[in-house]
C-alpha cells in the first residue's frame, strides 16, 4: 500500500501526501482558524481548487505560483488562474478525469453557487485517485442522491464532507451522504471556522456510528493510511 497523509489546514482546506503532494482548497489567508500560512505550504504539486468563492479559491493562486504546481480547476477558474500568472493549468468539467503526474482526478457535482473575481463557474468536488487510496472532496454541496454513483463508480475509502450548514450540508444531510457514498473513513469540514457554521462534529460522528469511521482533525492535525 502506497503512503497517504491528510492533513486538515482548516475550513476545507486539505494537503495530502503521497506520490505527489496535493492541495485542495488553501483558503488561508483571513482563515481565523488556519493552521499555517500560504507562503509555509511548501513542496505541492498539485492545487485543486472546487469552486470560485474566496473560502475555497483562497490562496490557490500564489500558492501555485510560488510551488509551480498544476492548478486543477473547472474550465473557467483554470484559465482565470492562467490569466493572473500560474504556468501550469488544467482546465476540466464535472464528469471529466485528467491524469496529472499519474494522479487520477475527476470532477463531481456539487448543489452550491459560485462566482469569483473571473466570472462565474459551476461548483464542485473532486475525487482524487492516488492509486490504493481514492479521497473525494466534495466540495460546498449539500447532499444529492446521485453521491451514490460516485461511490459505485470511484469507491472512495476517504470522503471530506462538509457539515457547518447554512452554505452546505448540515449534520444530518451528512450522514445521509455517508449512507450513499459508503466511504471507509470520513473527515468532517467546512465547520466551525466562524459563529455561522459552528456545529459539533463528535454529533455527527455519533449520527454516522457504525456506517463509517469519522475521523474528527482540528487544524493541523493529520491522518496517515
Ligand atoms: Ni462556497
Ligand atoms: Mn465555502
Not at 88 to 115: F, L, Q, R, Y
Not at 129 to 145: I, K
Amino acid at each position: 500500500m502506497i503512503y497517504l497523509k491528510i492533513e486538515f489546514l482548516g475550513h476545507a482546506a486539505f494537503k495530502i501526501t503521497s506520490k505527489k503532494n496535493v492541495l485542495i482548497d488553501p483558503f488561508l489567508t483571513g482563515n481565523p482558524k488556519a493552521s499555517t500560512k500560504p507562503e509555509d505550504v511548501k513542496d505541492i504539486d498539485i492545487v485543486l481548487v472546487t469552486h470560485g468563492h474566496g473560502d475555497h479559491l483562497g490562496d490557490s493562486i500564489s500558492i501555485a505560483k510560488a510551488n509551480d504546481a498544476v492548478f486543477v480547476a473547472m474550465f473557467e477558474i483554470a484559465n482565470y488562474a492562467k490569466s493572473q500568472g500560474v504556468g501550469k493549468t488544467e482546465p476540466m468539467n464535472i464528469g471529466g478525469t485528467v491524469d496529472v503526474e499519474g494522479i487520477k482526478i475527476t470532477m463531481t457535482n456539487a448543489t452550491h453557487s459560485s462566482d469569483f473575481a473571473g466570472g462565474s463557474a459551476n461548483p464542485a468536488g473532486f475525487v482524487v485517485d492516488f492509486g490504493d487510496h481514492r479521497v473525494y472532496h466534495a466540495g460546498d454541496t449539500g447532499v444529492f442522491y446521485s453521491m451514490k454513483l460516485i461511490g459505485e463508480l470511484y469507491a472512495p475509502d476517504v470522503a471530506l464532507l462538509p457539515i457547518g450548514s447554512r452554505y452546505t450540508m448540515d449534520i444530518r444531510e451528512a450522514v445521509k451522504a455517508v449512507e450513499l457514498i459508503m466511504p471507509k473513513f470520513v473527515i468532517p469540514m467546512h465547520y466551525g471556522t466562524y459563529p455561522a457554521i459552528e456545529q459539533d462534529p463528535y454529533e455527527f460522528k455519533n449520527a454516522v456510528g457504525d456506517l463509517a469511521d469519522v475521523i474528527v482533525l482540528m487544524p493541523g492535525e493529520s491522518i496517515t493510511f
